[in-house]
């Protein structure tokens, strides 16, 4: 489960959503664990991973279905450290996010030949623009190089066929 940010020591509804999900997949898999994933950022007491647990644990999950990841700052540390934690042979693992984060963390996850699917948490209306343009600006500046490729390619179709004029 990857962290979203804390106020203090407090979950956000956007990352209790993300938990909310993880907890809801717990249900069907009563033999898997959370792993929270997050450090702890500029103006948080704690660690993200460290709310997301006492969140969990608030509304019921095990402490033993529990492990924590302190390290990271960002989604590619939240994958990478993540799966560090992992002892498991060829583990089914499952990253939740926000709906709007899923397909840039499993651009992460497979760049890092993590094998995984994605569950996306809900995500409030009013945080779509800005979610959007955030997540777009993130997927441009990692698959940036593809894209002046394919521009390049483009711009010498169009000089072959029309020519300079």
Request: net charge positive.
């Given at each position: 489960?990857?962290?979203?940010?804390?106020?203090?020591?407090?979950?956000?509804?956007?990352?209790?959503?993300?938990?909310?999900?993880?907890?809801?997949?717990?249900?069907?898999?009563?033999?898997?664990?959370?792993?929270?994933?997050?450090?702890?950022?500029?103006?948080?007491?704690?660690?993200?991973?460290k709310?997301?647990?006492?969140?969990?644990?608030?509304?019921?999950?095990?402490?033993?279905?529990v492990?924590?990841?302190?390290?990271?700052?960002?989604?590619?540390?939240?994958?990478?450290?993540?799966?560090?934690?992992?002892k498991?042979?060829?583990?089914?693992?499952?990253?939740?996010?926000?709906?709007?984060?899923?397909?840039?963390?499993?651009?992460?996850?497979?760049?890092?030949?993590?094998?995984?699917?994605?569950?996306?948490?809900?995500?409030?209306?009013?945080?779509?623009?800005?979610?959007?343009?955030?997540?777009?600006?993130?997927?441009?500046?990692?698959?940036?190089?593809?894209?002046?490729?394919?521009?390049?390619?483009?711009?010498?179709?169009?000089?072959?066929?029309?020519?300079?004029?």
């Amino acid at each position: 489960m990857l962290g979203a940010g804390i106020i203090g020591s407090r979950v956000t509804p956007l990352l209790a959503a993300r938990i909310e999900k993880g907890m809801e997949l717990l249900c069907y898999n009563p033999n898997a664990v959370l792993i929270m994933s997050g450090g702890q950022g500029s103006g948080e007491d704690i660690p993200e991973s460290k709310a997301m647990a006492d969140y969990a644990i608030d509304k019921g999950v095990s402490a033993e279905k529990v492990i924590l990841e302190q390290k990271s700052v960002s989604t590619e540390e939240n994958l990478r450290f993540s799966r560090e934690l992992i002892k498991k042979q060829n583990p089914q693992i499952i990253v939740v996010t926000t709906a709007y984060h899923m397909l840039r963390a499993l651009i992460l996850a497979k760049r890092q030949g993590i094998k995984c699917v994605g569950f996306g948490a809900k995500t409030k209306w009013y945080f779509t623009l800005n979610a959007f343009i955030r997540e777009f600006v993130g997927y441009l500046s990692l698959t940036w190089k593809k894209h002046i490729i394919v521009i390049g390619i483009n711009v010498c179709i169009v000089i072959a066929v029309y020519g300079f004029k």
